[in-house]
Nanobody, 120 residues
């Protein structure tokens, strides 16, 4: 099973980006999915997570600007980022809590990050 994130890039303040994360391979069950970021000089933080019922939570700094969504049939999670600010700069990682087989307990899997740079 692999997680592949994409959609990062360089954008001016106020711009938008949409990140995507594809879970490839055979998966038995997917629970929570989330986006995390590591900004320069800071530890990795959880930006937003969404559970299997579609309920999402966000850190205060991105509320009303970012939207997480998921497509269970496609095994994908998305992050729509609007009104981006320089403080949003960082490497964004997707993380998924899942079980690969019926006999396996769920564990957290990480994708490789995608760089988001917000600068004029």
């Amino acid at each position: 099973v692999q997680l592949q994130a994409s959609g990062g890039g360089l954008v001016q303040p106020g711009g938008s980006l949409r990140l995507s994360c594809q879970v490839s391979g055979r998966v038995f069950a997917i629970n929570g999915m989330g986006w995390y970021r590591q900004s320069p000089g800071k530890e990795r933080e959880a930006v937003t997570v969404i559970n299997s019922y579609g309920h999402a939570s966000y850190i205060d700094s991105v509320k009303d600007r970012f939207t997480i969504s998921r497509d269970n049939a496609k095994q994908m999670v998305y992050l729509q980022m609007n009104n981006l600010k320089p403080d949003d700069t960082g490497i964004y990682y997707c993380g998924v809590d899942m079980a690969r087989t019926a006999s396996e307990a769920t564990s957290y899997f990480w994708g490789e990050g995608t760089q988001v740079t917000v600068s004029s």
